[in-house]
């Protein structure tokens, strides 16, 4: 399958208003390893390629396990995750497929057990930013490039 437009080439001020959004959720308090953690996840719930690719490499490189980036998609059955992580990828399940029961209260509930407002509108912001990159990647089927 090979892409079918750039991006970032045809309509660069878009590309650039989102980048806006990404460095917003990349300054906020969460932490690192989880701002990874979540746009893996999310992009593998989109099926964006190009995207699971660069944030596993970013992931892998800034200290993150292989065990942890690549068990993300089973993160229900894996041991290796904190509450705060896991009820975060809950989210991030829950945003992504939005459409089907929003974010449930029992979710959200669990969330104000581990974060404070502004951390839960910090995590609204990740997810949501990484969901809109992933549905441009897929829609102009951005590629990543294969490793030597």
């Given at each position: 399958m090979s892409a079918r437009f750039n991006l970032m080439k045809e309509n660069a001020e878009?590309?650039?208003?989102?980048?806006?959004?990404?460095?917003?959720?990349?300054?906020?308090?969460?932490?690192?390893?989880?701002?990874?953690l979540i746009k893996i996840y999310a992009s593998s719930l989109n099926h964006c390629a190009f995207c699971i690719d660069m944030h596993t490499k970013e992931a892998l490189e800034n200290g993150e396990t292989v065990q942890r980036v690549m068990g993300v998609?089973?993160?229900?059955?894996?041991?290796?995750?904190?509450?705060?992580?896991?009820?975060?990828?809950?989210?991030?399940?829950?945003?992504?497929?939005i459409h089907q029961h929003g974010v449930s209260d029992a979710v959200y509930a669990e969330l104000e057990k581990h974060y404070g407002e502004k951390e839960i509108g910090e995590l609204y912001l990740l997810i949501a930013t990484i969901n809109a990159y992933n549905r441009l990647g897929v829609m102009s089927r951005l590629q990543p490039k294969a490793d030597k």
């Open positions: 878009v590309y650039a208003t989102l980048g806006k959004l990404d460095t917003l959720g990349r300054e906020s308090s969460i932490p690192k390893d989880l701002q990874e998609n089973a993160w229900r059955e894996a041991p290796f995750y904190t509450d705060k992580e896991r009820v975060v990828l809950e989210l991030v399940e829950e945003v992504t497929f």
